[in-house]
């Protein structure tokens, strides 16, 4: 049974940093896909980065470029956001989601399973 539990949001001042923590069940995150989307009130759930299993290799959206990393830890079967020099755009739901391929898309319907939201607020 796949699972997908997001942990680590809060609020956060600008400037801040926070590292979100998505830990999967069900399948090995070294063998598929992993994303990060974002979620506004009222808005389209965007996609924020994304990490593939079988390379390492990751990708970002282009506001988050440089101040957002992924990162995988093979033995918790979890996968990382860190995000650092937040702002008040990057407020939101963050969800991750697994895609049962090996390659990264950035369209949310290309994804299989999903977490339950993770609330990220930044605010002074």
């Known amino acids: 049974q796949v699972q997908l539990v997001e942990s680590g949001g809060d609020l956060v001042r600008p400037g801040g940093s926070l590292r979100l923590s998505c830990a999967a069940s069900?399948?090995?995150?070294?063998?598929?896909?992993i994303g990060w989307f974002r979620q506004d009130p009222g808005k389209e759930r965007e996609g924020v980065s994304c990490?593939?299993?079988?390379?390492?290799?990751?990708y970002f959206t282009d506001s988050v470029k440089g101040r957002f990393t992924m990162s995988k830890d093979s033995a918790k079967n979890t996968v990382y956001l860190q995000m650092s020099r937040l702002n008040p755009e990057d407020t939101g739901v963050y969800y991750c989601?697994?895609?049962?391929?090996?390659?990264?898309?950035?369209?949310?319907?290309?994804?299989?399973?999903w977490g339950q939201g993770t609330q990220v607020t930044v605010s002074s």
């Open positions: 069900g399948f090995r995150v070294d063998d598929y896909v």
């Open positions: 989601a697994v895609r049962l391929f090996k390659l990264c898309v950035w369209n949310r319907t290309g994804y299989d399973y």
């Open positions: 990490f593939q299993g079988s390379d390492g290799k990751t």
